[in-house]
């Protein structure tokens, strides 16, 4: 049985996240905007309502949520915001801040708050995305925070060296994400057409389905070097 903390335990991953591991009777720390009914049929869900957008709550929330732990096998930095698809030069900075906070700032106040309470984590693994490399248009303030979360996982690793980080490409998924990008102009935005392509074929699973298989592959990133980039895809 091992501790294991989610964001984002609502919906979509993070809720097949933490199905995956109460399964397999751990206890399962999450938070999220809202409670799954659900997970909160198990035991040993510990659930905690913690708005990421709220930055300033986030440290205090997280260590109050926390309290009496020791040991956390498993955290998984899950809960993310896409934003809107925009040229950069449509995109403003207050809408690219928006999504930064929740990407980027909102996972460092999580593990701010886990190491300074002193909890021996083993494992971190923050969802990344293949729009953190790939640059395609569109995508303006996301793969900004996402390739900024590469680089903070590596910054970690090299300074939380008993903790073995990975900033993780959980593939295609087909969460409510697609709902509105499946609805994005592919002729303004072409990477979105691979998206509409995929939808609805094995290409795309549901979340449950892509929890099960992602975090199978937990493990096997211990064996990677701590901090790097890794994409599901070629695992």
């Known amino acids: 049985m091992s501790n294991i903390f989610i964001s984002g335990t609502s919906r979509g991953l993070g809720y097949g996240f933490a199905e995956y591991f109460l399964n397999k009777n751990d206890n399962v720390y999450g938070i999220s905007r809202s409670s799954n009914d659900v997970l909160t049929a198990f035991d040993k869900f510990h659930f905690n309502e913690v708005d990421l957008t709220q930055i300033s709550e986030i440290e205090n929330k997280v260590t109050a949520a926390l309290e009496g732990v020791t040991e956390i096998q498993l955290v998984v930095l899950n809960a993310g915001i896409l934003g809107t698809i925009k040229s950069m030069e449509d995109a403003s900075i207050t809408e690219m801040n928006k999504v930064l906070n929740v990407n980027l700032w909102a996972n460092k106040l999580i593990l701010d708050a886990i190491f300074k309470l002193g909890i021996k984590v083993n494992q971190v693994i923050a969802i990344s995305s293949g729009a953190s490399i790939n640059g395609n248009k569109g995508w303006s303030g996301y ?24 900033a993780l ?27 509409k392509d995929a939808r609805d074929t ?20 211990l064996l990677m070097p701590s901090g790097s980039y890794q994409d599901v895809r070629k695992l």
Do not use: W
């Open 143 to 166: 793969s900004i925070s996402k390739a900024a979360l590469n680089m903070m996982v590596k910054l970690y690793a090299v300074e939380q060296t008993k903790t073995h980080f990975t």
């Open 202 to 221: 094995t290409a795309m699973p549901k979340p449950l389905e892509a929890a099960q298989h992602i975090a199978d592959l937990f493990p096997a990133l």
């Open 169 to 195: 490409a959980p593939g295609l998924i087909d969460t409510t994400m697609q709902d509105y990008l499946c609805n994005v102009s592919s002729t303004e935005f072409p990477s979105i057409s691979r998206l």
